[in-house]
Every structure is written in structure tokens, then in C-alpha cells.
């Protein structure tokens, strides 16, 4: 459809796409509001939902006959404007700094070492529950994996770097080692970030038997070739509450990360010591739930595993070995 205004001629082009735009502008928000209002009429009383597709029906596209429904799209908007905002400043409003007295324990890494000295593609599983599979974050590129990924991509730009996510909400050891095989070692991965105990403690699961699931789970990994990082419970009022299970769990899984000369990366610590040390509020970092981070927590996790893992990277490439038994923190 052309338009035609009798004042393009002397006016020139940018003048008469401006009012081009200041007539067109009215035509095209009216049927939007008309839906607007309408929205806002069936969903008055709270109570009434939106009409569901057709599954039968081809998708519709957005033309003039059938404009964008305004409620779904703003909300898409919304999310997008906010998604990029908590990228972009989620450490202008609250810094994440590393914990005092809390030493990098993620031990050597020498095989994930070897493939980037050597150019090769690398590839890391982080392994887990609700916290690996990142629910709490407003969306999936700010769970852990995610920016974790985007680290170590951004400091070894060069180097072809894979994350997945085999994170899976509710799960502990018991039903992580009936996927370990088939969903962790059958890909062949190099690294092993395995978050495991915090559904245990919440569950009530007997730390003898777990300690026997996860010390074979961590050979297993071993014997596969991965390197291995464990990661203790998080620090949250709904593990605080069961303070003895929670201390033996962080016990528990040092001892193992001892034994087997494997990393651990102490989250229960870390976390304590934003909220004891840094003060910085519980409500800064978990959400309402009282267990799951929210996306400023995952994003400082992840920012911390990762020094830790570039780091020893980093020694393992210079030649310098760390024993993660030397290094492991036992708190408590």
C-alpha cells in the first residue's frame, strides 16, 4: 500500500516520513488497544483463562488481519528488556568478590588443561539438581552452566568450549547414578562438575549410604577420564534449618573430594560468607523459596567456580600440580 502526500515534493524525504509515521501511528495502535481492553475484560475477575490454540490450526503469523496479541507481547518485551539488564549490571549492584579464608579446592584439572594447551575441543557436564538445571533464574542464559560457559569462553576465546546442563530438579544421588552412564559418562566429557547432598539433607537420606553412591559415582567419572569437581549444598535458610545434616553433608563430600584426590568447590562456605562476612542479605542472593538462588547468586557462583577452574588450569599448564586433597577446605 502507498501513501501519497501532497507536500513530499517541496518538503523533502525525512520531513514526509515523519508524517508519514504521525498518520500511520493512530491506525495501527487502535486495533491493538481494542484487544487490549478486551484482554483486560476476560481476565477481570482473575479467574478466566486465555483462549488456547488450535492445535490442529496452522500457527497464525502477524499480519493485518491478525496483529500480535499486545498482552503476550509486552510481556515477551519485558522480559527481554529485563534479561539484558541483569546481564549487563548484575555486578554493578552488588559486586562479587571472592570469599576470605576460603581457598580454591577445585584441585588439578589436568585434562580439561591438556585439551585447551593443546587446541582441542573441551567439554564440561555439570551434573546435578534444581540448582544445576538453574531453577530460580529469570532465564535459562543466567542458570550456572550458562555463565559459566560465557567465562571460560571470554578467557579462552580460541578455544572450542562446551557446557551442558544435565541438571534435573528434585534428584540426588539415589537417582543421579541411574542417569550417570547414559546422560554423563556415554558423552565422553572432560570435566565433571557434579552438585550433589542438598536434596539428601532435605530429604533425610542416609549420609552412609550417599557417601557410598557418590564415592562410586566419583570413581566412575575417574575411570572414565573426566576430571572431577564436587559441589556441597547451598547456604539457604531452608538447608540452615537442618543444621546438623547440612554440616555433616559439607563433611561428607570433603572427605570424598579427599579421598579421591578431586576437586570440591565449598558453595556451603561461599555463600555463608556473602551473607556473614560481605552482609549481604539472604534475600540478595535466594528467593522467596528460602532455597534456590536467584540470578545474582548463580552469576557470582559461577564467576567464582570459574576463577577457580582457570586458575588451575592455568597451574596444570605451567607445570605445577596441586593435590586437591591438599587444597580442599574442611570447614567446621
Given at each position: ?61 502477524a499480519d493485518a488481519t491478525n496483529p500480535p496479541q499486545p498482552g503476550v507481547a509486552a510481556k515477551a518485551l519485558d522480559k527481554v528488556k529485563q534479561a539484558a539488564k541483569s546481564a549487563s549490571d548484575i555486578f554493578h549492584r ?132 573426566a576430571d572431577v569437581v564436587l559441589v556441597d549444598p547451598q547456604y539457604s535458610p531452608r538447608v540452615t534449618e537442618r543444621p546438623e545434616s547440612a ?86
Amino acid at each position: 500500500m502507498r501513501f501519497a502526500f501532497p507536500f513530499c515534493a517541496s518538503a523533502g524525504r525525512s520531513l514526509c516520513a515523519v508524517a508519514a509515521l504521525a498518520l500511520l501511528a493512530p491506525l495501527a495502535v487502535a486495533p491493538l488497544r481494542a484487544q487490549t481492553d478486551q484482554h483486560a475484560a476476560l481476565s477481570s475477575d482473575g479467574k478466566t483463562e486465555a483462549a488456547k490454540p488450535d492445535a490442529t490450526q496452522p500457527a497464525a503469523t502477524a499480519d493485518a488481519t491478525n496483529p500480535p496479541q499486545p498482552g503476550v507481547a509486552a510481556k515477551a518485551l519485558d522480559k527481554v528488556k529485563q534479561a539484558a539488564k541483569s546481564a549487563s549490571d548484575i555486578f554493578h549492584r552488588v559486586p562479587c568478590h571472592q570469599p576470605k579464608g576460603v581457598p580454591n579446592s577445585t584441585g588439578s584439572l589436568p585434562h580439561v588443561a591438556a585439551k585447551l594447551a593443546a587446541g582441542k575441543p573441551v567439554v564440561i557436564i555439570a551434573f546435578g539438581s534444581s540448582s544445576t538445571q538453574g531453577y530460580g533464574s529469570s532465564a535459562p542464559e543466567f542458570t550456572y552452566p550458562n555463565r559459566l560457559a560465557g567465562q571460560l569462553r571470554r578467557q579462552y576465546p580460541s578455544a572450542d568450549i562446551t557446557v551442558l546442563n544435565r541438571g534435573k530438579g528434585g534428584e540426588d544421588a539415589p537417582e543421579m547414578m541411574k542417569r550417570l552412564q547414559t546422560e554423563v559418562i556415554d558423552v565422553h566429557p572432560d570435566m565433571v562438575i557434579w552438585q550433589v547432598g542438598t536434596n539428601a539433607v532435605l530429604r533425610n537420606l542416609d549420609p552412609t549410604e550417599t557417601a557410598k553412591q557418590v564415592e562410586d559415582g566419583v570413581a566412575r567419572l575417574q575411570a572414565s577420564g573426566a576430571d572431577v569437581v564436587l559441589v556441597d549444598p547451598q547456604y539457604s535458610p531452608r538447608v540452615t534449618e537442618r543444621p546438623e545434616s547440612a554440616r555433616g553433608m559439607v563433611k561428607l563430600l570433603g572427605r570424598i573430594a579427599a579421598l579421591r584426590h578431586v576437586g570440591i568447590f565449598p558453595r556451603f562456605e561461599v555463600m555463608r560468607d556473602w551473607h556473614e562476612k560481605q552482609a549481604i542479605p539472604i534475600t540478595d542472593f535466594v528467593i522467596a523459596d528460602g532455597l534456590h538462588m536467584n540470578d545474582w547468586g548463580y552469576a557470582c557462583f559461577a564467576q567464582l567456580l570459574g576463577d577457580d577452574i582457570i586458575r588451575s588450569v592455568g597451574a596444570i599448564k605451567i607445570g605445577v600440580n596441586v593435590p586437591a586433597d591438599v587444597r580442599t577446605y574442611r570447614p567446621m
